[in-house]
């Protein structure tokens, strides 16, 4: 089974700043979907990204985007001009190229400071 | 569009008893998943279906049991409630065909406390 590796539990930020959240994952497939949710203290999760693995250019969502290294296996979430509302855990997430399953990272809690 | 609708949202449980999580979703998803949340822990998945009529085993299924006679509804029923089943309940959705909208839909959780 695929495993998804989020190695830092929690990160801080200044508001305004910019933060990078990390996330590698070990695969044998070639196309895969990666994401990136965002779960506030209201625990909805929230879809912030994804990247599907076959495209080479990194996906961008306004403040949010990723730095996708195939070879290396890492899926990064960069978060520019950090806001108070960015505070929350991040998860990230694979999706096999069979389309049923999904692995998630442990989670990095991140605490924006104003 | 209302999206994954979970019921309800939150609920107290006695040790032993029983009772079913409802889901269903209107975005004519076939793939429906059941997570739980562990407070400051990830998610780990409980069962998973495919399409009406399969279900199959996630990571965590013991002490748990689905149904899925219709594409839209995936209830999630808990047979003789244990302190260890306190958590938060996602369900979520997501469509066969990988593509644009790959990704998962997902409830508002249903918190349960078991007592």
């Known amino acids: 089974a695929q495993t998804v590796t989020q190695s830092q539990p929690e990160m801080s930020v200044q508001e305004a700043e910019t933060v990078t959240l990390s996330c590698t994952y070990d695969?044998?497939?070639?196309?895969?979907?990666l994401f990136w949710y965002k779960q506030p203290p209201s625990r909805q999760m929230i879809l912030v990204i994804r990247?599907?693995?076959?495209?080479?250019q990194n996906a961008t969502e306004n403040r949010f985007s990723v730095n996708f290294q195939k070879a290396a296996k890492s899926f990064s979430l960069k978060i520019s001009d950090s806001q108070l509302g960015d505070a929350a855990m991040y998860f990230c997430?694979?999706?096999?190229?069979?389309?049923?399953?999904?692995?998630f990272g442990t989670g990095t809690s991140l605490t924006v400071i104003p | 569009n209302a999206g994954v609708t979970q019921t309800p949202k939150f609920r107290i449980l006695k040790i032993g008893q029983s009772m079913t999580l409802q889901c269903t979703q209107d975005m004519n998803h076939n793939y429906m998943y059941w997570y739980r949340q562990d407070p400051g822990m990830g998610l780990k998945l409980i069962y998973y279906s495919v399409g009406a009529g399969i279900t199959d085993k996630g990571e965590v299924p013991n002490g748990y049991n689905v149904s899925r006679s219709t594409t839209e509804d995936f209830p999630l029923r808990l047979e003789l409630a244990a302190p260890s089943q306190t958590s938060v309940y996602f369900c979520a959705s997501s469509t066969r065909l990988t593509g644009e909208n790959g990704e998962l839909f997902f409830g508002e959780g249903s918190r349960l406390t078991v007592l």
């Open positions: 990247q599907e693995a076959y495209k080479q």
């Open positions: 997430a694979y999706r096999t190229s069979t389309g049923n399953q999904f692995y």
């Open positions: 695969t044998s497939e070639s196309d895969y979907y």
